[in-house]
């Protein structure tokens, strides 16, 4: 099949959909398909809208057998707050070109001069990409896949700000326009069928990791890495630093955590958001902490071997592949229950769940895992053990390929 995929970003840029479509593109390329990857030039996020921020050359590469279109940016003056303002006109076909996050890729928007026989794009809130995506699909009449990665939020709060973004009439026309939907866990599924999406033209897919890609690391030689010698409990959390993310709440857990008795520290690794620069200016148990950026790949798996807990209490994620590479090292998770990651981690089993935004109930969560090794023990290898059976990557990669395969078939 000859295969397009549209992302944001592509690798080496770091983030969650962008290193699935990666895994994706490969998978598929391995298996004999001619796949494309149209993308644009941007490695940081903020470069959506910044030039200050780093990116990619513009121009066609080929990685791990995909072939790779990076698309050049434009940045207009006040970029976000000019589509903002271009969005408020109630349209939704306009208002999904002008979300204020948007990457503007003229090239992208024109698109390529050649045909395929199935179109894939992901995610939101990125309508840009989609809808040029989406408009290819109709010129060359084949069929349109989308991933949306949907970030739900609170679900105790009706009117919870991530999900009314989420769920605009905007992004919803690309669900509709799709002739599948893969989502990734029951909650987005459930929550795309009450907003009166078909059941039949969504696919539960879910996550997988390979463990080999993430286990292995060095304990001693990561806890050296952070100036911790003692037998400290290490709480990690990686993500791009953020309150969206939880690392915001996360530290302000830890602020309530000071009667724990056991020595503990907390390592951050990932970007720095600008929101949380401007906490952590103030952040008054800075030396309890330490932040050691974007990481390798070596690096990531010291990580994992390094720390006790992870922690991922965000409000912003469908479904948390980090939270699959920590029990793939046994180590048991701590995350709001927001979002997707409320259905992948098991209450009391293999990690434990706070209310959405209830730092209160995180710090007693964290206290809990950080004063009870036999309970981190217990929790960390029942995920563990969760990992051989529901979250393997060819299970994953496969159904995908079979929905390609039914829909290019009709199609001939």
Known sequence: MRIAHFVQRYPPALGGSEAYFARLSRYLAAAGDDVTVFTTNADDLEAFWSRRAHSFP????????????????????????????????????????TLSCNPIAPGMWRG???????????????????????????????PFFLTPFLHLGDPRDGRDRTRRAYTSPALLSFVRAA?????????????????????????????????????????????????????????????????EKGTVDLLKAVERMGGAGVRFHVVLAGPEMPNFARFWRGYRHAPQVRRIGVLTEDQKRDFFAGIDVFALPSRSDSFGLVLLEAWANGVPNVAYRAGGV??????????????????A??????????????????????????????????????????EYEKAAGRRG
């Open 58 to 97: 513009a121009g066609e590469e080929t990685i791990d057998g995909v072939r790779v279109v990076r698309y050049p940016l434009i940045r207009l003056p006040a970029h976000r707050h000019v589509l903002k303002a271009l969005s408020l006109f109630p349209a939704p076909r306009w208002q999904r070109l």
């Open 112 to 142: 390529p001069n050649q045909s395929f026989d199935v179109v894939h794009a992901t995610a939101f809130p990125y309508g840009w990409v989609l809808a040029c995506a989406e408009r290819f699909a109709k010129k060359v009449r084949v």
């Open 179 to 243: 002739v599948k939907v893969f989502v990734q866990t029951p909650s987005e599924r459930d929550a795309l069928i009450e907003l009166g999406i078909a059941e039949e033209k969504l696919v539960l897919q879910g996550m997988g990791v390979e463990p080999k890609e993430c286990n292995g690391g060095d304990r001693e030689r990561a806890r050296r890495a952070w100036d911790i010698f003692d037998d400290a409990v290490v709480i990690g959390h990686l993500a791009n630093h953020s309150v």
């Open 342 to 359: 409320g259905d992948v981690i098991r209450d009391g089993q293999d990690g434990l769940l706070a209310r959405c935004g209830d730092v």
């Open 361 to 402: 109930e995180l710090a007693r969560a964290l206290e809990r895992l950080v004063t009870n090794a036999e309970v981190r023990r217990r929790m960390g290898e029942e995920g563990r053990r969760r990992i051989a059976g529901d979250f393997r990557w060819d299970d994953k990669l496969a159904l995908v390929r079979a």
